[in-house]
T-cell receptor, first 112, second 112 residues
Framework: ETGVTQTPRHLVMGMTNKKSLKCEQH?????MYWYKQSAKKPLELMFV???????ENNSVPSRFSPECPNSSHLFLHLHTLQPEDSALYLC???????????FGSGTRLTVV | DAKTTQPPSMDCAEGRAANLPCNHS???????VYWYRQIHSQGPQYIIH???NNETNEMASLIITEDRKSSTLILPHATLRDTAVYYC?????????????FGQGTTLQVKP
């Protein structure tokens, strides 16, 4: 357990479904991140939140919608996904954006 | 764009030292070298970081050349549990340059 908890660990969803990924940290960190890792590809930074404000959106399609209601929680809302969105989705947090990141174990998403 | 170059894969015998090289010839004076590793399908784990001096912690040692254009991560006594993808990352200290951007990394296979 790293201090960053992601749920669910595994998710299978249809292309017409709506689901949400959850990330929770109680490390007192102020920045949180979503990464996507597709098969045999490097991790791709999707979203960056600092003090609950979104500070970066790296050209992510609108079918991915992040939400950061407070400094301890980060969500990734999913709707009308495509099979190519199947990947490992990783959440991370850091004290601020210049510090080391602590990663969760990820959610393995399969879109059918 | 990745600022580092790493060999795609390496093997190491169990109990021997694993030396993982990284080239970062365009590193600027205020950028740090970070190392993370990712064991299969888990979140990346922080290992060590440095600016210009050699660093050592309970996991590894980091040797940075005097011109800072390359570095080597040393796992002194590799075990089977050290089999993972190792990422060398150059990052700055500002909010804009301090994001963790991952490349392809080096897949280290520790063999019995």
């Amino acid at each position: 357990e790293t201090g960053v908890t992601q749920t669910p660990r595994h998710l299978v969803m249809g292309m017409t479904n709506k689901k949400s990924l959850k990330c929770e940290q109680h490390l007192g960190h102020n920045a949180m991140y979503w990464y996507k890792q597709s098969a045999k590809k490097p991790l791709e930074l999707m979203f960056v939140y600092s003090l609950e404000e979104r500070v970066e959106n790296n050209s992510v399609p609108s079918r991915f919608s992040p939400e950061c209601p407070n400094s301890s929680h980060l969500f990734l809302h999913l709707h009308t996904l495509q099979p190519e969105d199947s990947a490992l989705y990783l959440c991370a947090s850091s004290q601020d954006m210049r510090d080391g990141y602590t990663f969760g174990s990820g959610t393995r998403l399969t879109v059918v | 764009d990745a600022k580092t170059t790493q060999p795609p894969s390496m093997d190491c015998a169990e109990g021997r030292a694993a030396n993982l090289p990284c080239n970062h010839s365009t590193i600027s004076g205020n950028e740090y070298v970070y190392w993370y590793r990712q064991i299969h399908s888990q979140g990346p784990q922080y290992i060590i970081h440095g600016l210009k001096n050699n660093e050592t912690n309970e996991m590894a040692s980091l040797i940075i050349t005097e011109d800072r254009k390359s570095s080597t991560l040393i796992l002194p006594h590799a075990t089977l549990r050290d089999t993972a993808v190792y990422y060398c990352i150059v990052r700055g200290r500002s909010s804009n340059t301090g994001k963790l951007i991952f490349g392809q990394g080096t897949t280290l296979q520790v063999k019995p």
